[in-house]
């Protein structure tokens, strides 16, 4: 395609790049047909691009004294001011600011010393203070409302993740965890004692997968990186023994099937299914006798209010779509036309007639909410300094609520996902409908405030997968292969300074999960913007392929174990993924099964290497802990040397997966698979209860903090044994 073509103008204009450069370092250069398709999925026509480009310019020309509905100031200016666009032979602009807390000021500037027809700097006074505020102007007639933003330049960054820092916690996948209490499924108990043990032994944070709303009426939607939305909570993470009211209820006791509830615990995996049919009844018949007492009713309907439009929406869908699971239609977007539109007469007729369906829903996301809170409180209380850290999923389902509920933000036909790397030859697709940069504009980031505050709330410090969003996002056309996708431009800027504020107003520190294809300047940027980098030991190498020392890793980062998409720390040394992926089928032939299985042993001796110059493994136990091919064991010396390895990192913040802690060889979620491996359904092997009182468990988070403070005398070559 000519560059300097309708289209090409057009795909410059909304941000499509025309070629880009992939984590093997091809280059590759965007087709016209994904041109096409992208421009489709901004809402505007690729067959008259010509028409497209001038009702964009249109748009942006329409704006009242050239100002987008939503303006952005650094916090840190010296002199804040705002560019303007004054009418033709104005002779003033006059303003006044209307400040969030009830404040106000205002002013008049003189254009007579302004040169005629171009843009001027508004003036405003300095400091301005931080948050949402609203500016009216007038000149020459014409008006213009805007919502200024005043944000600062970086994240909250609490002494516990300053200069100097060294925090420490662990990370897990909450459905994994099994104990006494729990039906099948770790939920907000077992969270809470987890996060009170951990602080008892000094950690700082305690991370958990995403804990966003699937799908209420089709339990077995399973993957937390595919939510219905990411605006509210996923109920089966509610402990019911610990909804007020259960003790005293005997209806409600008297609903679960002792049987049905030991098979839902006794399972390898979790059985999503299973766990829904034992804990749907009993929080029904909870909700019930909740709406007949006064208790709770007035903090409920504070809740409700305050959740507003978006919550009674959420809870619309969700009895909408249990409505018609049960006749067979399974999206949405089937559904009559008239219920199609979370804001038509039709849905709120259907609202006004299942009222009680509908209030459950809500109920539901109350006693989650409540038990959530609770449990970052039972880790604050005894010093989990940082608290809880929240995970945000980089998109939703295009079936579920959030796509309903605001259709305009979606980019129709399309999906989100990643060119090709090392560990995804072909790319991959995530099957999430990206938001459109144009309709989040519009709606002044509205969206993106809201994922904050609700992925903030009750957290410390928010993790953002696929941080890159903010700046890029790699968008496939729906039904065409991974390699025929294109990057698309977000506004970078005014979404890192709204983070940066939410940061602030919450806060809670920042996490941008930094891996895979990342922009140039990108890392600087989020360093600048003080979010921390996430490094992964896996990933984390010398040009030569070594493993980094300690002391190379950047300080303003969360150095991991592992994460959920890749092997535990035994899995890797054993070479379980590698496993997995021949008895797939996942690699393209025989020698790229061999060559992976080459670079793995090579691997091995590396990080054997690498464990040896910080003096976690003597010379000849090198040799020892690296035994033919066929005889691979992995040992708990080996577990600690490589626990201390990463402790001694010079980054902030270490995150140390549950799993690595107690030597489990399976991974989470692997990549290019569904129902192939058992993806987001792996069960802890031995109970909480059981771990928490395990000394050797203590022993190791004794190992990793006192490495954390700096005490050699306790390094792991001293347990080899």
């Not at 560059?3 to 070629?19: H, T, Y």
């Not at 996948?173 to 004692?193: E, M, V």
């Not at 005889?631 to 980054?651: D, N």
Request: net charge negative.
């Amino acid at each position: 395609m000519s560059e300097g073509s309708e289209l090409a103008r057009l795909a410059a204009r909304l941000g499509i790049a025309p070629r880009f450069t992939d984590a093997l370092g091809v280059g590759r250069e965007v087709s016209e047909a994904t041109f096409a398709a992208l421009v489709a999925g901004f809402g505007l026509s690729p067959d008259d691009p010509g028409r497209s480009l001038r009702e964009t310019e249109e748009e942006e020309n329409a704006r009242p004294l050239g100002l987008s509905p939503f303006e952005i100031v650094a916090a840190e200016a010296e002199t804040p001011s705002l560019a303007l666009l004054p009418p033709a032979g104005a002779a003033r602009i006059e303003w006044a600011c209307r400040f969030e807390d009830g404040g106000e000021c205002a002013g008049v500037l003189d254009l007579a010393a302004s040169e005629s027809g171009g843009r001027v700097a508004l003036p405003l006074p300095a400091p301005l203070p931080l948050g949402y505020h609203r500016l009216d102007l007038a000149s020459g007639g014409v008006g213009a409302q805007v919502s200024l933003v005043v944000a600062p330049p970086c994240c909250h960054l609490p002494a516990a993740l300053g200069e100097g820092a060294r925090s420490w916690g662990v990370t897990c996948q909450l459905y994994g965890l099994r104990s006494a209490g729990s039906w099948g499924i770790g939920d907000f108990t077992d969270l809470a004692n987890l996060a009170r043990a951990l602080a008892a032994h000094g950690a700082g944070v305690l991370g958990v997968n995403p804990l966003h709303a699937l799908f209420a009426a089709e339990p077995r939607h399973r993957s937390p990186y595919s939510p219905s939305s990411r605006a509210f909570l996923d109920y089966l993470y509610i402990d019911v023994t610990a909804v007020p009211g259960f003790a005293e209820d005997r209806g409600a006791g008297a609903l679960f099937s002792d049987e049905r509830l030991k098979a839902a615990r006794a399972g390898e995996f979790v059985d999503y299914a299973a766990v829904a049919a034992v804990k749907r009844p009993v929080l029904e018949a909870l909700f019930r006798s909740f709406r007949k007492r006064a208790r709770g009713a007035e903090a409920f309907r504070r809740f409700r209010e305050a959740g507003g439009k978006a919550l009674g929406d959420f809870a619309a869908f969700e009895a909408l779509d249990e409505h018609f699971r049960k006749m067979g239609v399974f999206s949405w977007r089937e559904w009559p036309a008239e219920l199609r539109s979370p804001n038509s007469p039709a849905v709120a007729d259907f609202a006004g007639r299942h009222h009680d369906r509908v209030e459950f829903f809500q109920f539901l996301q109350w006693e989650a909410d409540r038990q959530l809170g609770a449990a970052a409180a039972a880790g604050r209380a005894p010093g989990l300094a940082l608290g809880l850290y929240r995970d945000l999923a980089v998109g939703a389902d295009p079936g579920g609520a959030e796509a309903w509920a605001d259709q305009e933000l979606l980019a129709p036909g399309i999906a989100i996902g990643a060119p090709p790397d090392a560990l995804n030859r072909v790319g991959q697709n995530w099957g999430l409908a990206p938001v459109s940069p144009l309709a989040l504009r519009r709606q002044g980031f509205a969206p993106f405030i809201a994922a904050l505050r609700a992925n903030m709330r009750h957290a410390g410090v928010l993790r953002i997968d696929h941080v890159m969003s903010l700046a890029r996002l790699y968008w496939i056309p729906r039904g065409r292969p991974a390699t025929e996708g294109a990057y698309v431009a977000y506004p970078f800027e005014d979404l890192l300074r709204i983070l940066a504020l939410e940061s602030r107003r919450q806060q809670c520190a920042v996490i941008g999960e930094d891996l895979g294809t990342v922009p140039e300047g990108f890392r600087e940027r989020m360093r600048g913007a003080g979010v921390l980098s996430y490094r992964v030991a896996a990933f984390e190498r010398r040009r030569d392929g070594g493993f980094l020392p300690p002391g190379e890793y950047p300080p303003l980062a969360a150095a991991a174990s592992a994460t959920h998409d890749i092997a535990t720390v035994t899995g890797f040394w054993l070479g379980r993924d590698l496993e997995w992926r021949r008895r797939l089928g996942l690699y393209p032939d025989r020698p790229a099964a061999e060559a992976e299985a080459a670079e793995r042993e090579r691997d091995r001796r590396r990080l054997a290497e690498a464990l040896a110059g910080e003096g976690l493994l003597a010379p000849e136990e090198v040799e020892a802990v690296l035994p033919p091919a066929g005889e691979l064991r992995f040992s708990a010396p080996l577990l600690e040397a490589i626990l201390a390895h990463l402790a001694r990192s010079r980054s902030r913040l270490l995150l140390v997966q549950l799993e690595d802690l107690l030597g489990e060889a399976e991974q989470a979620n692997l990549p290019g698979t569904t129902d192939e491996h058992p993806n987001w359904r792996r069960r802890i092997a031995r109970p909480l209860e059981q771990i928490l009182a395990d000394p050797e468990f203590a022993r190791l988070l004794r190992l990793v903090r006192q490495e954390r403070d700096g005490d050699a005398t306790a390094g792991p070559h001293r347990l080899l044994r």
